[in-house]
């Protein structure tokens, strides 16, 4: 295989995974956004997402693919969604004058919770109902297959759909105001625990959306399965900014690539992970706040 | 008055009831205990390094365990080397202190949770390569003291210090220091200069503080207690794998250090108390069958915790928002 | 404010670690006790649960068929964390009423207790650590303890060698990439693999660690696929297996594929799926199909655990249980009396005949080869003979 034929087929294979990655990323940068707090529980939100989605396919077989997976997208982003919401009010809201390392604690204990509720469940791998027809489109000597596409296709339009809604609708403009000032948003009108609530929606639904696309791709899921993409995610949300959503799914894309190009041309391929993490550093070292972080100006 | 000699009275009793544990437990079906306090005291060390990071200067440091696994394989591959435990021991603070500062000098700079990142990085970096370094960690499988010819064993003076009552007794000593030096850290002018870093860093910045010098003199210093803890493991176990330095573990540190109460020397030692004692004894209590109950039952206890307690549970006396005077008033 | 909240707090503490004591304290009856240390929670728990479950089916068809005699079933979690398990092995040595210990699972778990166990003269039997150190410390100087470590299972060596035969020979095939888990089991029995393949000739074209937790080896494959290699091996558990066996199928390897025993296991082709068809695996005792007690066990293990899949080392848990209980109804449950008996057995179960060297080691080297055929675990016939 030459050298552009792999390199283009490794550049799919991060492209995909980093998408995923984004996906989940947008969730934690989103509840920075607006909370200045890391949501640790997301990757648990990412994780029940994929055993929604699967029960859900699980109990419509005879339905045609295309109607059945979204009926599992929307009923487990649905569900993410409220179950984010429920969790915002009971483990971090009585934190929110609280000092700040407090509903880092809380959000660590409910993903224990989650995790540990899960395993009670079914301590061991189970399958995810494959219901993607199952192609493979070959140009020349690197190949695609449909499931990257679908994943592909699916990711962009989820945030495309969220920078839609972020940028030009009122909702949006509302979260923003929050994000960027809360006391103000309050002073102005809005409705703040509100706009607090339907950003946690928001993201959960989309780490929901991101857990299906991960187990169609994998094909099992496991009640740990949020842990190490969930460390990765909050990475990326970091590497783009931390706070801001084009910055989540750069940070995303870039991580997945630098992952998947580190395996293929390292030396020794288990250390690719020392490669992404170096790459971090490195961006943080000489953009500090971020790829697209904003340098805050410090209100004395 | 009355209240200084009550303060240090509690301290003294606490160190009096540990010391004599041993003795009371060592033939009985319980000790297992000493181990397990054996392993609670190490944590603590850490814990307290921690808590000058994350207690008392505010930033959240998520891979905290690289150094001490730094430590734990410095002194693994000295001893095997041949060198004997003290001045192993000293050498592996140091190798941990170098590998910090060499961290934290183009870090720092960074704002907080940034630099939580990190930190993240170079906790998972570390382990990353003791996994994959096998030349000289031998990677998955570790290294075993147990039967290289080298290993010198472990004396302070006459006293051999080789089973799990000798290392209890060993790690308690460590403690009591660890504590000192906490204490001694958190009252003085660098303490001062931490915590008003952590309220408000341009304020603090305005009154003259060298920020970054501050920084990483606690950096430094925090991982010196890591690194010690991790060697006196190493000695202990005479087996280091990379299993045991992973990303949760860390998490768990902060956990310890901020239900415990940020920057109180007291709270972090029970912060680590019950994060390591709970699922234990709701192993206890929960019996063979229900003992996957566990976690979960302590996530929840962490999630109380937490939101019925945010400020900690044995919060620093300098944070409490009531004076003295209102305090007598109640 | 503050004063009378710690007083309350140190009150509350006193209570619970009170409560936590007595909750501790073991009934003063006079039971005989087998203790189990085994991953219960954590990353393989599946595979611990699975062996707890074949341990208790041992202990309950033995209690059932001597009620004068019950033994005891005391089952600790190691986590798979080496600290842990040297905790739990200080727990079990502490109860002066088990007379043997079934653990641990990981190799580098089952290392350190070992020592803590031979300390106090407890005998252990691994039904699944392939480590070959697990027994080889025993026979340096520095083991001043009693020789009490055994295991049911043959360690990486055999297995390698059987491996490498079956590629080499069987199949004729030159070019073989081996992948590993970076974990002391998948990469000791991957390294194994790898140096019985050179020394038989044919060539190692790549040898690549991946990282457990992870799910995306396309990359990793395609790099590897890019070699041109005949055949592959992965040296790791299902977990990893199942979706390598899948990626590799889906980026279109052709070539054979070879899994050690901790693969053998139903999860492994749900995970993989249809991609699992034609893979082979081997496993660590004579064929079950052709044993009346193995294929026993596994009617009696569906019967009384409906709906639960078997997994990979549930024979051998079973196997271990059964020696160890046959040595208390012969001897009694005595330490030392035991560990005698256990070093003369020879004994007739699920996995064939068990019987252990001076190390400690099974004399069993019988390995089966599995190739996955319609979705099952098809016993494949081979005449060569392992090599020890």
Redesign the interface.
Known sequence: MNLLANILEQLINGLTLGSIYALVALGYTMVYGILLMINFAHSEIFMLGAFAGCGVLALVPGLPWPIALALAFVLAMVACGFTAITIEKLAYKPLRKAPRLAPLISAIGVSIVLQNAMFLFHDDFLGFPSVLPLRRWEFGQFAVSSIQIIILVSSVSLMGALWLFVNHSRLGKAIRACSQDRDAAELMGIPVNRMISLTFFIGASLGAAAGILYSLYYGSIKYNMGFVPGMKAFTAAVLGGIGNIPGAMLGGLLLGVSESLGTAFLPQASWKDVFAFAILIIVLIVRPSGLLGERTAEKV | MRHQF?IRALPLAAFVVFALLPPILQN?????VI??LG?VGLYMTVALGVNLV?GLL?L?DLGFMAFYAIGAYSMALLSMAGMSFWPALAAAMVIAMAFRALLGA??L???G??L???T???G??AR??L??WDSVTN????L?L??N?NVKPVRLFQWDIST?VDYYYLILMTVVVCVIVSERLKNSRIGRAWMAIREDE?AAR?TGIQITRMKMIGFVISAAFAGAAGAI?ARW???V?P??FT??ES?ML??MV??GG?GSVPGTLVGVGIVM?VP??L???LG?SL??????L??????????YR??G??PS?RL?R?TDAE?AA? | MLNRARVVFVKSWVIFLAVGLIAACQPKVKTVKIAVGLPLTGDIASLGQGLRRAIEMAVAEHNAANPANPVELVSFDDRSDPKEAVSVANRIVADRSVVGVIGHFNSGCSIPASRVYAQNSLPMISPASSNPELTKQQLSPQWTYTKCVFRVNTTDNVQGSFGADFITQTLGMKKIAVIHDKTSYGQGVAEEFRNQVESRGSKIVAFEGLQVGDRDFRSLLTRVKALSPDALYFGGMFSEGGILVRQARDIGFKGAILLPEANYDEALLRVAGPAAEGAYVTFLGSPPELLDSAKDFVARYHERYPGVELKSYDHYGYETAQIFLDAIDAVGPDRQKVLTFIRNIKHDGVLGQTAFDEKGDTLNKTITLFQVKGGKFVPVPVTDKPKA
């Open positions: 009550k009985s079906e319980f000790s297992y181990r397990l392993l994350v505010g959240l183009p870090v700079r960074l704002r949770d940034y939580a990142i990190v993240l990085g170079f998972e970096i990353i390569i996994n994959n990677g998955p499988k570790g075993s147990l039967t010819a799990n341009t305005l493991f176990e005479s087996f794998t299993e045991s990303f949760w998490v902060v956990a901020v239900i940020m004692l234990e004894i192993r206890n209590l063979t003992v996957s109950w566990r976690y979960f302590f996530g929840v206890a962490l999630v109380l915790v937490a939101v945010p400020q549970l044995w006396r409490s009531t305090e109640k």
